[in-house]
């Protein structure tokens, strides 16, 4: 049974968050500064940090952190699925997904309409190949799919070249 308060707990303490950031400055090493998202609106879609630069332009990122690195990256399908609510890949407004498991000592840039292209066009062999998982929480359940981050990494690469 997942617990959303104690989950989230673990997503925002602070030991993370120098890590993080100092991950951002190394992917990001022209930026300016890294925030953390205090704006509600924003929040909601799916934004935890905002980096800006010096010439004035910003991007967006939403943070997940797994406790264990199993090989794969967890993509989110549905957010509830009984009130059929859609999960993070499908709703995320920010640029980036920032997938961390930091035991490990790792951390994924994931740009998310590449991400989303990379679903789109894989959906069908990925939903065949690759188990759906149900997260129990107190009153509603997530499904996720685990793929394997060798192939989710290629998948998304794969979108940066297409033939003309």
Sequence with gaps: MNDFHADLKYSLENRDDITLN??????????ESVAFCEDLT??????????RFKNGKSVTVDEKKR???????????WSNKERKKAGWLFYSECDYIVYAVLPAGVAYLLPVLLLQMAWKNNRAEWERSYKKHLADNKLYRTENIAIPT???????SAEMKKAV
Excluded at 22 to 31: H, M, S
């Design 42 to 51: 924003l929040q909601k879609k799916s934004i935890d940090k905002i980096i």
């Design 22 to 31: 100092d991950f951002y400055k190394k992917a990001f090493p022209l930026a």
């Design 150 to 156: 060798n192939v989710l990494l290629y998948a998304i």
């Design 67 to 77: 406790r264990v690195d199993y090989g794969d990256i967890l993509l989110e399908l």
